[in-house]
């Protein structure tokens, strides 16, 4: 059955950036709750009050500041070592039958390199090489016959540690991205492990994307 509240919180939960506002509590909830009034009496199918509307939105901002803010941000106060390396460059092949022994042969190369960035994922469809840009003439080497899908110059690498705990915890990734899009800032790349990940970003965006992923640690 269709109540107030359950309409409410669907319409909250379906608008990332207003949920996270209104789990802030920076967000005038009767301003909310008359521009989602006509949405809320064509699904009802009836009058709403805008009192029970202003009600229904109290107690969910309540729920999600608990729920949202408490278990995201006890991990984020946790957050280890965040590690910056500049100058890296991002490769994406189509997959093949021999981009495997190129990729392996490759590996082989670069490990008389000394300080060589170098990380790898494979999709359905595609291969992503990020190395740094130093070695560039190596992938063109020893790549060549594969279908280089598009190739991104100029890029850092911010690489973030977070405690084992965030693997039980939903919305720390959402939680991270989203305060990067505030900033305006585009990820090119995001490679992760259990316990840390990757995002590559360009060399023009790189010091207010450490900042904002550093403040995090403070709220």
């Known amino acids: 059955m269709k109540t107030i509240s359950s309409i409410v919180e669907h319409h909250i939960k379906t608008r990332p950036f207003l949920l996270s506002a209104l789990s802030q ?8 709750a008359r521009e989602m009034m006509p949405e809320l009496e064509a699904s009802l199918g009836k009058e709403v009050k805008q009192g029970a509307v202003v009600m229904a ?34 490769y994406s092949f189509a997959v093949s039958e021999t981009i495997l022994e190129k990729q392996s042969q490759f590996i082989s190369s670069i490990q008389k390199e000394s300080d060589v960035f170098y990380t790898s994922s494979r999709g359905v ?32 690498s911010i690489t973030i540690k977070l405690p084992q705990e965030n693997v039980s915890v939903p919305g720390i990734y959402y939680f991270i991205f989203q305060r990067l899009a505030w900033e305006g800032i585009i990820i090119n790349e995001v490679i992760s492990t259990s316990n840390e990940f990757t ?17 995090l640690k403070n709220l």
């Open 57 to 90: 939105l109290k107690r969910l901002s309540g729920d999600l500041d608990f729920r949202v803010n408490h278990k995201i941000l006890k991990v984020l106060k946790n957050i280890g070592e965040i590690t910056v390396r500049s100058s890296l460059t991002d």
């Open 199 to 215: 995002i590559l970003v360009s060399e023009e965006v790189v010091d207010i994307a450490f900042k904002t992923i550093k403040d």
């Open 125 to 156: 469809n595609e291969t992503t090489i990020v190395v740094s840009s130093f070695v560039k003439h190596m992938v063109e080497e020893h790549f060549r016959g594969e279908k280089l899908i598009q190739q991104l110059d100029d890029l850092a």
């Open 25 to 32: 509590g920076i967000i005038n909830l009767t301003s909310l």
